[in-house]
């Protein structure tokens, strides 16, 4: 994978704000493309989940939101091929998987997100 499937936080929104959220010219055009990004795990829901939140900074809760008009800048939610083993939540990771934009509900856990990476793997840095 080029480095030009690097996303980072700080490339995914050009803002965010009362009247909504903008993408980066940049993450338009990875949508529905391979990328990689890096950051923390947030501690998971279950530890069979093959969901999480990936942050920019290590946290020591689920920064989970009721709705995506409360949606935090700094976090995406990964969706797993496979179940994870167990990674220190201050250990720093690298997921690769399709980048996912918009408002979407997950129908088994209700949970809204605005920004996705599917068909996920991880790996520790």
């Known amino acids: 994978?080029?480095?030009d499937s690097q996303l980072?936080?700080?490339s995914l929104y050009k803002s965010?704000?009362?009247l909504g959220t903008q993408y980066s010219e940049r993450a338009k055009l990875l949508k529905g493309k391979s990328v990689r990004m890096r950051?923390?795990?947030a501690p998971p829901l279950k530890p069979e989940s093959r969901f999480f939140v990936l942050t920019r900074e290590p946290v020591a809760?689920?920064?989970f939101c009721a709705?995506?008009?409360q949606w935090p800048s700094d976090i995406v939610v990964?969706?797993?091929?496979?179940t994870l083993a167990p990674?220190?939540?201050s250990r720093r990771i690298e997921v690769t998987g399709k980048l996912e934009m918009g408002s979407w509900t997950d129908p088994e856990t209700g949970f809204v997100s605005q920004v996705r990476i599917i068909d996920a793997e991880v790996s520790t840095l």
Do not use: E, H, R, T
Not at 78 to 82: D, M, P, S, T, V
């Open 8 to 10: 980072s936080f700080d």
């Open 87 to 89: 990674v220190n939540f």
């Open 61 to 63: 809760v689920c920064p």
């Open 67 to 69: 709705s995506d008009a």
């Open 78 to 82: 990964i969706y797993l091929k496979a």
């Open 39 to 41: 950051g923390f795990i």
């Open 1 to 3: 994978m080029s480095l």
């Open 16 to 18: 965010v704000g009362v």
